[in-house]
């Protein structure tokens, strides 16, 4: 079992573009969560999708939006970039009793 | 969820016992107390968890005092590999609960 995967692994992005960022939840594994990790800071919840619909959403401007597909899988967009969302993004995914999270994705931009 | 108050930083002999002391006096009668810690740029990875009863896995012992209002993480044997920002968080079980992190304790284990 791979364990859940992101992609790509570092990216790079300048002010204004857009970017989708994608994650492969752990098999068995139907939730998938988005987190923000700015350096030095805590990872801070961006939202959560479950059966393709976003279920929960953290503090963070409609700039930021999700997908999930049928596989589970998901992705981040992120348009209208600020120099601000450079960050780790995380990925976690989840069981009913369990939450695992991703090596992330980091995000720069210039 | 209930808010954590950990120490900034700590340091570790290696081969010792690493004390991670938590604070959560806020805490309410169906949260539980989770620990992750996350190596350097890496994912957060979970340590164990734990409701009001003193819990050990293979990885840590979780000590939650009486009245559930702080607890303690112990790594009885502290190595490099153990140099990690650990997090102390109190929230609902089960995996469809969004974790809110504070800034954790950064531990830096010492040769």
């Known amino acids: 079992d791979a364990g859940v995967t992101q992609s790509p692994t570092h990216l790079i992005k300048t002010r204004g573009q857009q970017v989708t960022l994608r994650c492969s939840p752990k098999?068995?594994?139907?939730?998938v969560s988005w987190y923000q990790q700015a350096l030095g800071q805590g990872p801070q919840f961006i939202f959560q999708y479950y059966e393709e619909e976003e279920r929960q959403r953290g503090n963070f401007p409609d700039r930021f939006s999700g997908h999930q597909f049928p596989n589970y899988s998901s992705e981040l967009n992120v348009n209208a970039l600020l120099l601000g969302d450079s960050a780790l993004y995380l990925c976690?995914?989840?069981?009913?009793?369990?939450?695992?999270f991703g090596p992330g994705t980091r995000l720069t931009v210039l | 969820d209930a808010k954590t108050t950990q120490p900034t930083s700590m340091d570790c002999a290696e081969g010792r016992a690493a004390n991670l002391p938590c604070n959560h006096s806020t805490i309410s009668g169906n949260e539980y107390v989770y620990w992750y810690r996350q190596i350097h740029s890496q994912g957060p990875q979970y340590i164990i968890h734990?409701?009001?009863n003193n819990e050990t896995n293979e990885m840590a012992s979780l000590i939650i005092t009486e009245d559930r209002k702080s607890s303690t993480l112990i790594l009885p044997h502290a190595t490099l590999r153990d140099t990690a920002v650990y997090y102390c968080?109190?929230?609902?079980?089960?995996?469809?609960?969004?974790?809110?992190f504070g800034i954790g304790t950064k531990l830096q284990v010492i040769p």
């Open positions: 968080i109190v929230r609902l079980s089960g995996g469809y609960q969004k974790v809110t």
């Open positions: 976690a995914s989840s069981s009913t009793r369990e939450q695992f």
């Open positions: 098999s068995g594994h139907d939730t």
């Open positions: 734990g409701l009001k």
